[in-house]
């Protein structure tokens, strides 16, 4: 019999640094006196970041949502862009502060990203971009996304919030479309505790970018476009140069969890996990299952709340679709009809407790838990 955790277990912590070194940290901010504005550690992380992400431009910001949004501004899209409905809301959010349409494209029922076959129908004359996801840090079908928008001269934008560190065929995640944005918050495996960046290939947007991110301000006489303020201060980007370090660490870490999970729900019927897929190398952002009601005998949502009675929080990621948003019910491409895959994937999917300070018998217990919930289905001529 599974038991009731004493401590509650999150669906994730964040990667804490060492205290000591953060501290050392602080204490040459403090005595450089710069506390923004792009000073030493800003530029420290800057490059450690374009080196380790494998990347010539790059810009970073003060979250991964405003990294996207003025990325998008940078590349001065208009009309409409398509885009997934099974993510993030930051992801279509950016599109909506800068007057862009999402076009909602179903998404690919085993990666849960933009099923790329589908896109093409989407296009119409105010097509600009593809914005996709790189769900859960597996890569989208970035080949067939760029050959869609070579043909239709459309830009290509992946939302990577989730793929840190994520490859293809040996690539950096970040070496394919026009923009990949980068989220540094702190329930991300890197983080800043608050933070993004932007990885591109015009090396035209490094200026626009900085400038963007900065009130559009050349220098002391001239303000030359309407910016934002999106600057990561010093003392983030110092806490972000410590957890770089421990980084790898972590990642040995969760695959050991990743794992024990795989190994303890493998016999259950009706959990599926995701997992990678040939030629890619995990981001270890998330370990989500998906739950078919039918062959387990219990929806997710119940699996989701006996969770909770145990003392672990799980978390339904991503619930609700953002297609069902209030603000897009005039939408043509919003209408649950058209999104078939994301309706069902957004009813099935579990993110599960993933960090690398997580116990393996922990996750043993939850995958315990898990399986006494299994309810064994009636076969047809049992009936
Ligand atoms: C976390 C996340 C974002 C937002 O990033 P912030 O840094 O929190 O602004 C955007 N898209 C996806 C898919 C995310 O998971």
């Known amino acids: 019999m599974a038991k009731v955790f004493q401590q509650p277990i999150h669906v994730t912590r964040p990667l804490l640094p060492d205290f000591e070194k953060v501290t050392d940290r602080l204490k040459t901010v403090w005595e450089s006196k710069q506390l923004t504005n792009f000073g030493a550690q800003h530029d420290e992380l800057s490059t450690k970041l374009q080196r380790y992400l494998e990347s010539d431009h790059m810009s970073i910001f003060s979250n991964g949502t405003l990294a996207l949004l003025l990325g998008l501004r940078a590349l001065?899209?208009?009309?409409?862009?398509?885009?997934?409905?099974?993510?993030?809301?930051?992801?279509?959010?950016?599109?909506?502060?800068?007057?862009?349409?999402?076009?909602?494209?179903?998404?690919?029922?085993?990666?849960?990203?933009?099923?790329?076959?589908?896109?093409?129908?989407?296009?119409?004359?105010?097509?600009?971009?593809?914005?996709?996801?790189?769900?859960?840090?597996?890569?989208?079908?970035?080949?067939?996304?760029?050959?869609?928008?070579?043909?239709?001269?459309?830009?290509?934008?992946?939302?990577?919030?989730?793929?840190?560190?994520?490859?293809?065929?040996?690539?950096?995640?970040?070496?394919?479309?026009?923009?990949?944005?980068?989220?540094?918050?702190?329930?991300?495996?890197?983080?800043?505790?608050?933070?993004?960046?932007?990885?591109?290939?015009?090396?035209?947007?490094?200026?626009?970018?900085?400038?963007?991110?900065?009130f559009g301000i050349l220098n002391t006489e001239e303000v030359v476009l309407s910016g934002l303020n999106a600057k990561l201060n010093e003392l983030q980007a110092g806490v972000g140069l410590e957890v770089l370090k421990v980084v790898e660490d972590e990642r040995l870490k969760r695959h050991a969890v990743k794992k024990a999970y795989e190994e303890h729900l493998a016999a259950i019927e009706g959990i599926r996990v995701l997992t990678t897929l040939e030629g890619e190398s995990s981001s270890y952002q998330y370990f989500v299952i998906r739950i078919d009601e039918t062959l387990f005998g219990q929806s997710r949502d119940y699996v989701h709340k006996e969770l909770q009675k145990y003392n672990v929080f799980a978390r339904k990621y991503f619930y609700p679709l953002c297609s069902d948003f209030e603000w897009y019910n005039e939408l043509p491409s919003a209408h649950p009809e058209n999104l078939p895959n994301a309706q069902r994937a957004v009813q099935q999917v579990l993110a599960m407790p993933y960090y690398g300070a997580l116990p393996i018998q922990s996750v043993v217990e939850i995958c315990t838990i898990i399986r006494e919930l299994y309810v064994k289905q009636k076969s047809l001529s049992q009936l």
């Open 76 to 214: 001065e899209l208009t009309g409409e862009v398509i885009t997934t409905p099974f993510t993030f809301p930051a992801t279509v959010q950016a599109l909506d502060w800068n007057n862009l349409t999402p076009v909602f494209c179903d998404i690919d029922p085993t990666t849960f990203n933009i099923d790329a076959d589908k896109i093409e129908s989407l296009i119409t004359d105010k097509t600009t971009a593809i914005l996709a996801v790189h769900v859960f840090g597996n890569p989208c079908d970035v080949e067939k996304i760029q050959a869609i928008a070579d043909k239709h001269h459309l830009k290509v934008i992946y939302d990577g919030a989730h793929a840190f560190g994520s490859k293809l065929n040996g690539l950096p995640i970040s070496g394919f479309g026009d923009m990949t944005m980068f989220s540094f918050h702190a329930t991300k495996l890197f983080n800043t505790i608050e933070g993004g960046a932007l990885i591109y290939r015009d090396p035209a947007l490094d200026k626009r970018l900085g400038l963007l991110r900065n």
